[in-house]
């Protein structure tokens, strides 16, 4: 345990912990390129899924909270930024479905 919180450069157990969420943070937040990436070859076309705009956002957040506990200015303002970016875009696709719903009535 001792040499795997060297490796992490952490000392309490705590810290290792956050640093484990930073990772499946930071996984989470990759995932959605291997997604857009898949659903783009599929179609032979660049398709953004609504899901790589759900990842966006919950990666971001997860990203967001280890940033807020490492304390790190640069990261928390591109996080914040992002999360905005990652919600506006998913309010924008649920209104615009909203809209083709009540179209088709």
């Known amino acids: 345990m001792q040499?795997?919180?060297?490796?992490?450069?952490?000392?309490?157990t705590a810290?290792?912990?956050w640093v484990a969420f930073?990772?499946?943070?930071?996984?989470?937040?990759?995932?959605?390129?291997v997604l857009q990436w898949i659903a783009s070859e599929r179609a032979r076309d660049s398709v953004v899924p609504v899901?790589?705009?759900y990842l966006s956002l919950l990666g971001g957040v997860m990203l967001l909270a280890y940033a807020?506990?490492?304390r790190d200015p640069v990261f928390i303002l591109g996080q914040a930024l992002g999360i905005?970016?990652?919600a506006r875009n998913l309010w924008l696709i649920?209104?615009?479905?909203r809209a083709r719903e009540?179209?088709?009535?």
């Open 3 to 12: 040499r795997l919180m060297d490796l992490l450069n952490v000392t309490t």
């Open 15 to 17: 810290e290792l912990w």
């Open 22 to 33: 930073g990772m499946a943070a930071q996984m989470m937040f990759m995932a959605r390129f």
């Open 51 to 53: 899901a790589f705009w």
């Open 68 to 70: 807020l506990h490492r």
């Open 84 to 86: 905005m970016i990652y």
């Open 94 to 97: 649920h209104q615009a479905r």
């Open 102 to 105: 009540q179209a088709a009535r």
